[in-house]
């Protein structure tokens, strides 16, 4: 790859992705807004709620966050009283989140604002531009693909 190739931001997949999550963040979060959620928060309260009392662990790999990450998506949720965290019972050392009953309401209120950034999303890109999009992301943010990226022997297609 030339170096004006590789200088260029236009053709670095990293940053495409990270602009595209800004710019959709963006949206998303003044759709939600009247809330009092951000769509980072939307998406712990709902990856907690689908789960049995994940651990810290169990919900970072879930959400494809690190551990610190997580933490400071929870801070702000657990002090507003929408989640608490409760020692594994079979491994002090673990934490396990889940909802209370005033995150559940949250994340029942936010879902009508959700639905209409959800809604306006499609309306504008696609509604099948937007499941393909859904699939060829799940497939980037996979263990599989990290697995492949970060493997020593080549991969080929």
Request: proline share 4%; net charge positive.
């Given at each position: ?48 709620s ?100 970060n ?7």
């Amino acid at each position: 790859m030339s170096s004006s190739i590789a200088n260029d931001p236009l053709v670095c997949n990293g940053a495409a992705l990270r602009k595209a999550t800004r710019r959709i963040t963006q949206l998303y979060d003044a759709m939600l807004a009247p809330c009092g959620l951000s769509v980072s928060q939307r998406s712990v309260l709902l990856h907690i709620s689908r789960g049995d009392r994940p651990t810290m662990t169990e919900l970072a790999h879930a959400m494809v966050l690190d551990r610190s990450a997580l933490a400071r998506n929870i801070q702000p949720l657990e002090r507003d009283g929408y989640l608490i965290q409760t020692r594994d019972s079979e491994d002090g050392r673990s934490r396990r989140v889940e909802l209370t009953p005033a995150g559940r309401a949250k994340l029942t209120e936010s879902n009508r604002l959700w639905r209409r950034a959800q809604d306006r999303f499609e309306e504008i890109y696609g509604a099948e531009r937007a499941a393909a999009l859904r699939i060829l992301l799940s497939e980037v943010y996979s263990d599989s693909f990290s697995e492949a990226f970060n493997a020593d022997t080549p991969v080929r297609r």
